[in-house]
């Protein structure tokens, strides 16, 4: 059985930071294509990031790129999100996917992937 599941999720001040992680079990780790996602209430999930396990290159949505960093530990099967100078807007539940296939024209797109956590929750509030 495939799990994902994410922590390191909370309630920050504008400006500060955090690090998501997400373990993954029951899935062939280094063969898969990985990411983040998010929702925010009343909207779409969005893709945020990802990793594409072919070639190790990144992709990040052009809200985040520059303050958000996407890593992974292929010992540990754990996929990080490290998030700096957070803002209002980023306050949403993050999600972590990983696909069986990898479109990196459509990284972004909940489509493709096939197994999803269940979500940690970020708030960014003074």
């Known amino acids: 059985e495939v799990q994902l599941v994410e922590s390191g999720g909370g309630l920050v001040q504008p400006g500060g930071s955090l690090r998501l992680s997400c373990a993954v079990s029951?899935?062939?780790?280094?063969?898969?294509?990985i990411g983040w996602f998010r929702q925010a209430p009343g909207k779409e999930r969005e893709g945020v990031s990802c990793?594409?396990?072919?070639?190790?290159?990144?992709y990040y949505a052009d809200s985040v790129k520059g303050r958000f960093t996407i890593s992974s530990d292929n010992a540990k099967n754990t996929l990080y999100l490290q998030m700096n100078t957070l803002r209002p807007e980023d306050t949403a539940v993050y999600y972590c996917?990983?696909?069986?296939?990898?479109?990196?024209?459509?990284?972004?797109?909940?489509?493709?992937?096939?197994?999803w956590g269940q979500g940690t929750q970020v708030t960014v509030s003074s």
């Open positions: 990793i594409s396990r072919s070639d190790g290159r990144t």
């Open positions: 029951g899935f062939t780790f280094d063969a898969a294509s």
């Open positions: 996917a990983a696909a069986t296939t990898f479109y990196s024209w459509a990284w972004y797109r909940t489509r493709w992937y096939d197994y």
